[in-house]
């Protein structure tokens, strides 16, 4: 894997000036395999972000079975500029393929910053990206940051707070 701008002239992103502005500064990556009851609240929630600045959702189906590949492009076709899904036609998965966010997202991704969320999670918050990025911004000497997050067991019907 080559560096952004490698990537960028791969794929033919001008890179002047001008287009810089019309990059997004985050890529927001999600993975999913058979996540039809989850994958509506999980990219609402990318969707409801309030930023000052332009993100991109990019979004892996391990080939679903079950309705998910139908929601993503549903949402994909009403968010075309903000939506990209990338579709597996066999199931990588059960093929002993891993590294997916490496393999298939990271590739693609154009923004500064990744923010992960796997497709059976959600966010919700509205102004994540926003804190997440003005955080990194100040903080230069910073890697990554993260939020707390809730576990949710739907069998036992009981959230926590996950364990750091």
């Known amino acids: 894997m080559g560096s952004i701008k490698e990537i960028m002239k791969e794929d033919n992103i001008n890179i ?20 039809e009851p989850y994958i509506r609240q999980c990219l609402d929630g990318f969707l409801m972000q309030k930023t000052n600045f332009k993100y991109e959702i990019i979004i892996h189906d391990d080939a679903s079975t079950d309705g998910t590949t139908e929601i993503i492009n549903e ?11 990338v579709f597996q036609t066999e199931n990588q998965y059960s093929k002993g393929l891993r590294g997916f966010y490496v393999r298939f997202l990271f590739p693609k991704a154009k923004g500064k910053y990744i923010a992960l969320c796997d497709g059976d999670d959600y966010w919700i918050d509205e102004n994540k990206l926003q804190m997440q990025f003005d955080f990194m911004e100040t903080h230069p000497d910073f890697s990554a940051c993260w939020t707390n997050s809730w576990v949710l067991d739907v069998e036992k019907n009981e959230r926590k707070i996950a364990k750091k």
């Open 75 to 85: 949402y994909a076709e009403k968010y075309p500029d903000l939506i990209t899904p």
């Open 16 to 35: 002047s000036n001008n287009n810089v502005a019309q990059l997004p500064l985050v890529s927001i990556c999600s993975i999913t395999y058979n996540h």
